[in-house]
DNA sequence: CTGAAAGCGCTTACAG
DNA sequence: CTGAAAGCGCTTACAG
């Protein structure tokens, strides 16, 4: 298969063999430019005897482009690492990888670390798809100091200095964070805490001022607890624990943050509370989190895989120079009840 | 932050800004070359001036190395696909991502399609890691046709033609089959069926050779049912109602693969028996399927997480050129027992 | 320690 | 439809 001197076959060998030159087999190759189906039939003889396979690096160089995207999130490693905690971006990235494929590309995933710019480095793309970005999002930052194109999977922070003009895939906080109260409501809870983050993104703060609005219209006094992303699992257990001590009356609490759930329901157990029948829990993201809990959480089907498979098209036709529509409406987010929240 | 020109700053725009040549700002940047402190000050204050970014095709194209390793299984899509049934993949992906950083590398995941031509042509790698490839694996062929250095994850099927050689990282077939039944007969299990794919992989192989061992050590009659991987959760489903009809005294099902639990589990509901009181039933994977079966699925923790940390150094080390072994133990699989197979 | 030059393997105007 | 040539932006011998 291999040519004589033992290195991978070029255009050139393949040009030699085939009696035309470069160029022409470049044609060939990309069938930019018309080429005699019987000069081609030679080409693809001479190809298919040197087994040649073409130098990707080269052609990038000259193109400019890599026909490689990447996926990423700033999410802390607290609340997403571990191999099997990814969950979130680990959906996003199978479905954008399958959908990449229909555009000739290829899916870097880009791991949640301590320092973006390291994980970059060495990361060459066309575009790139951020998850969730916080303000001043450093993954964000480094995107456009490159020039790379981006579509965001959920609603950006406001104003975020590299660009509130990004275009996004609407993952409907506010419709998400209803369709949670509502049920909890539906089931009876009438106490209902808020556990949060502190990072400062747009699912945050919208899943606050839903709660607020509908605490606020319904007399409950509101409640919230703010946990530092570190912190994770251990420090929405503490804050759990903290809030039982001092609202001893609170039948369900709101858990976003999948982690912080698991926490929750740990926190729960080591103060004798019976969920659902004393205290109710829901949570966002239906992820493995969720569905090993006993009892097993009520979650919200965000349907990534399309959220995913729309970025991917956006993406592409933004590469493409095409343009897209700032906002895009992601599929609806639906209600996934479980035991954790009904009896 | 840009040049003037509008297009990125290049070596040689750092070079004449710094008042140095290219070569000396390459040898800054690579530290391949020792350079004058003072010089080097110079140069770091013309690329932050700039704002260069060096690019990685011309980089990639001169050196021939990618910085890159791809991930990949030819697994069926009917057991593997969809974006939450990824599991198996996407752990391995999760964890070689974050290791490949330590060698300044990035991930492509390359998902399980029909064609993996297709899926590989506009991937540029310098190293792949292959998931349990069966008899003439096509990822395979094509990656020792490209001359791509690859370990295996699980053992490579006996005599594969595309390399007998490939280094491997052990996930202990026997070890698996064994805790897996050992567990069943402990739990009081006599009439254990076998459910498998028809794909070549030693897994099933192994698995298979490993149970007819232990029902002929104990008189069982052995009953092994093969389902062909393509046809899913559904195949296994039918498969498994056709073994209660014929094998009404079936104690236990050992279904590795866990799209085909999902199957057997339907259809033990549909067919009236009580899991684990009629029926226990046991998988390998414990990926979502295994967690959020009713009762939730006994099953193996493999810890894909090490695996991959393991099989990403090896890679490494076989593109730096360094002697690897053919065989490297894994972690040992532990039990996850469940509801499904015990009371 | 530094510079000048070659060349990696493609694709793309430019001619014909 | 095809060829000859330039050039993408790096790194690396080769001199000094």
Known sequence: MDNTAGKRPTVKDVARLAGVSQGTVSNALSGMRGVDPETRQRIDQAIATLGYVPNLAARRMRTGLTNT???????????SAGSSRLGFLMEIAASAAIHALDYNSALVLVPPVADPAVALRHVAMDG??????QRD?????LLKHRGVP???????????PSGGDLPWV?????????LLLSHLLEQGARRIALILGTSSRASQSTTEVI??????LRGIPPCVIRVPETEGEEGAYQA?????TNNPDVDAIFVPVDAFATGAMRALRDEGR????DVRVVTRYDGLRAREERPALTAIDLHLDQVAALATRLLMDLIAGKEIQQVTEGPLPSLVARGSSQD
Do not use: C, K, N
């Open 150 to 160: 981006v579509v965001v999977i959920g609603e950006p922070p406001a104003s975020h």
């Open 128 to 133: 790139a798809i951020v998850i969730e970005p």
């Open 274 to 277: 019976t969920v659902p029948d």
């Open 137 to 141: 999002d450093a993954f964000l930052s």
């Open 211 to 216: 709660y607020q609005a509908w605490m606020l």
């Open 69 to 79: 995207i990447a996926v990423m999130t700033s999410m802390p490693a607290a609340v």
């Open 170 to 178: 609407d993952l409907h906080y506010t419709r998400t964070a209803e």
């Open 240 to 244: 759990t624990r903290y809030l039982l």
